[in-house]
């Protein structure tokens, strides 16, 4: 499948193009002079502005401006505007000029960064594993690599070109005298889409040295299970990994590799049909939970993390293009209605972060000057994509993918093509119009939704045809001629689907699109986000499930009523209670429920006290809490300022991470209201006698040893004091390795 590109498709009036201009006055709203201080300042200039703050201030400075460079020229490609097109320009400028300055070739705003990766040429292993103590200074140089190839890519961008090969070429030659375990060892450190980077460029330009760059930028941990078949991403940070399948995509193109492809279409599948959720979206705490067990997904508070949609897209693209399969279309469908467009507030534009999917909670929205978090910098890019999907071209014939009211500009198929529909939100009808130059012969592809009925009806001009089925789509072949529109209907089914690991919970959907219901406003907590550490997690207290609705496990036909379009009517196994279902992506500033308890008729009872037992202790832990540490876990250990020495991640079979320490690792928990008085620590012992000294703000709190006769466990602890900000350390006192630590609950 090959796909247009974004400046021949010109969105209609619909959710979709209203969501393209809610993006661009977002995206507009920055001051580009802010977005670029960190690159100048890291270059020795003076920058003409106070670069923003959030992760702007940290040691992903420079991440967002990469990320705009990106938005922007997809917006100017998208929208045909002079002001993205002017800004990009502005911004390429002074960038080139910052690189000009340091010298080198170097370019990023990553604090210190020029000698950060300097110690790296020659350094050996240490040197590697050092740069994984600055966050992740490879994510944020890959945004500048990226934003530079895409206003190349998309609008022709010549000067971004220049800027990204010196780039480029800066890094070849550090990397030329860094050996492979070294090199292997600093791609344990989140590295973005380096891969994709340099195959991309290789496919620009020709060279070579690009395209063996992509491969050295393969992490063979991930790569070499998936070349084998395998799954083995439980446990692993989610959004570190879908960009190195994304590479692994680019780098096969443009090298002919037929292995590398099929690992990229092994991690795809493991992602999609094992890992993926009702909104197309995956992962817990930003980690792939186990396959087998989706209790996390329901339970938490966080959810599918925006990022890894967006690049689960990326994927789903690269690999349509290289060998085309159904489904990936109906992936890309499930995850454009449901997660993406679901992630932009209509209104104020904020993007959203963490989807939850535990009944009855809800989702935080960025702010533009407050909030420079991946999933916006992502956000502004995916939001401006909208009409990427939708027409094609496949083995001759052009394809209509999905149902966006769009004009594409085609003169390869002899002109204009306008596709008009109010699906899925109205009686779902479909018009294609042909305002095609003269008569042409050639295949129409006619995707067939997922969930959906039809084509029904199908005519061109107003008299019947028959069309000839094909695998997910519908093919017309006829000579057609100027004016020639074809129309029908794609009627919604209602249906029901599982959690993928088949417990019993289930969302219900009216063709592809997801349905929820409205569960209120009370405490929405943080719901349009500030500058503190962890505020694009919903914070507001969790509502239990000891009383959340059950269903009667049937067809969806059976317990959902249409009262209007794309409005339902659901009825629970009490038949005296029911609820409103609407598209999911229609809901915003509320409390929703996406999965519902199921039972059998004769089993309610029974799956009412699962329920009240799954709530016994866990709310009144959480209303407790007032601070907590994942350890293993990269965004908790980063937003809690983890430092250690000699610390080791251990990962067991059910994705569930520890971190050990042969000397000594701390984190900084975060007490604003000086309430804490009770420590809660998680403790993991691997086997044989160890130890662990713990202080809290330096004082000696406990001087624990394990043998073989403990196991997992809770421990607690009075605590002798309580500040804002209260450091917790852990000491091996003999040199050997503690025992693994999993969690730190600050408890009232």
């Not at 592809?512 to 569960?519: D, G, K, N, Y």
């Not at 499930?545 to 209007?564: G, H, K, N, Q």
């Not at 900000?725 to 025992?739: N, Q, S, Y």
């Amino acid at each position: 499948m090959k796909f247009f590109p974004l400046s021949r498709v010109r969105l209609l009036e619909s959710p979709f193009s209203r969501a393209v201009r809610t993006d661009l006055d977002y995206v507009l709203s920055w001051e580009p002079d802010r977005l670029l201080a960190p690159f100048l300042r890291e270059a020795g200039l003076e920058p003409r502005a106070e670069n923003y703050g959030s992760w702007e201030s940290t040691a992903l400075a420079g991440h967002i401006g990469g990320h705009c460079l990106s938005a922007l020229a997809l917006l100017a490609a998208a929208t045909g505007g002079a002001e993205p097109r002017r800004r990009l320009d502005y911004m390429v400028a002074e960038l080139a000029r910052a690189q000009t300055h340091c010298g080198t070739g170097y370019l990023g705003g990553v604090p210190g960064g020029v000698a950060l990766f300097e110690d790296l040429r020659g350094g050996g292993v240490e040197a590697a594993r050092e740069l994984g103590r600055h966050w992740a200074p490879w994510y944020s140089v890959h945004k500048a690599f990226a934003g530079l190839i895409d206003a190349h890519r998309l609008l022709g961008h010549e000067q971004a070109l220049d800027v990204v090969v010196r780039l480029a070429d800066w890094w070849l030659d550090i990397a030329a005298g860094i050996d492979d375990e070294a090199f292997e060892a600093m791609l344990g450190t989140e590295f973005g889409g380096m891969n994709e980077a340099f195959a991309d460029l290789a496919a620009v330009t020709g060279r070579r040295a690009y395209a063996d760059m992509a491969m050295r930028f393969s992490h063979r941990v991930i790569l070499d299970p998936l070349l084998k078949g395998r799954d083995e991403l439980t446990g692993q940070h989610a959004n570190t990994q879908i960009p190195k399948a994304v590479g692994y995509a680019a780098a096969a193109a443009v090298r002919g590799d037929g292995e590398l492809l099929a690992a990229a279409q092994c991690f795809w599948r493991a992602v999609v049909e094992h890992r993926t959720v009702a909104n197309g979206g995956n992962s817990v705490r930003e980690h792939f939970h186990a396959r087998d067990d989706f209790a996390p997904m329901i339970e938490d508070r966080t959810g599918p993390e925006t990022c890894n949609t967006y690049n689960m897209l990326k994927l789903t693209k690269a690999l349509a293009e290289a060998a085309f399969d159904p489904s990936q279309l109906d992936y890309a469908e499930r995850a454009v209605y449901n997660h993406q467009l679901a992630s932009q507030h209509p209104e104020h534009g904020g993007l959203v972060y963490h989807t939850s999917m535990r009944p009855r909670h809800y989702r935080v929205y960025s702010q533009p000057e407050r909030n420079m978090w991946c999933c916006v910098g992502t956000g502004i890019e995916m939001q401006a994509k909208y009409g990427e999907f939708v027409f094609g071209e496949h083995d001759g014939a052009l394809a209509v993918n999905l149902y966006t009211p769009a004009v594409l500009d085609a003169p390869e198929f002899g002109g204009r093509f306008r596709l008009e529909t109010g699906f899925p939100a109205d009686d779902p009808h479909v018009s294609l119009t042909l305002d095609i130059d003269e008569p042409r012969t050639f295949p129409l592809r006619l995707r067939v939704p997922v969930g959906c009925d039809g084509p029904a009806g199908l005519a061109v001009n107003g008299r019947s045809v028959e069309g000839e089925p094909a695998p997910g789509a519908v093919v017309l072949e006829r000579e057609w001629r100027p004016g020639d529109a074809v129309t029908f209907l794609l009627p919604l089914r209602l249906r029901a689907e599982r959690l993928p690991d088949g417990s019993p919970w289930q969302a219900y959907f009216a063709g592809p699109v997801l349905l929820a219901s409205r569960e209120g406003t009370a405490h929405l907590a943080g719901l349009r986000a500030d500058e503190a550490d962890w505020s694009q997690i919903a914070h507001g207290a969790l509502v239990g499930f000891a009383d959340l609705p059950i269903i009667t496990d049937t067809a969806a036909e059976d317990v959902l009523s249409r009262e209007a379009p794309l409005r339902y009517r659901l009825r629970f196994a009490d038949p005296a209670s029911e609820a409103e279902l609407v598209p999911f992506y229609e809901v915003h500033d509320s409390r929703y429920t996406l999965y519902w308890p199921v039972a059998a008729p004769d089993e309610v009872a029974r799956r009412r006290t699962a329920l009240v037992e799954a709530d016994r202790g866990s709310l009144a832990l959480d209303a407790a809490t007032l601070d907590t540490v994942v350890f293993g876990e990269q965004q908790s250990e980063t937003d809690h300022g983890f430092r250690g020495e000699a610390a080791v991640v251990a990962v067991d079979a059910q994705g569930r991470r520890a971190r050990t320490t042969a000397a000594r690792m701390s984190v900084v928990l975060n007490d604003p209201e000086g309430a804490g008085r009770v420590l809660r620590i998680g403790f993991r012992h691997a086997g044989g006698s160890t130890g662990v000294t713990v202080r809290f703000n330096g004082i000696r709190i406990a001087e624990e040893a394990w043998d073989d006769r403990h196991g997992d466990t809770e421990l607690d602890y009075a605590l002798p004091q309580s500040l804002p900000a209260c450091t917790l350390e852990f000491a091996a006192p003999d040199g050997k390795a503690t025992p693994g630590i999993t969690t730190v609950r600050l408890l009232r």
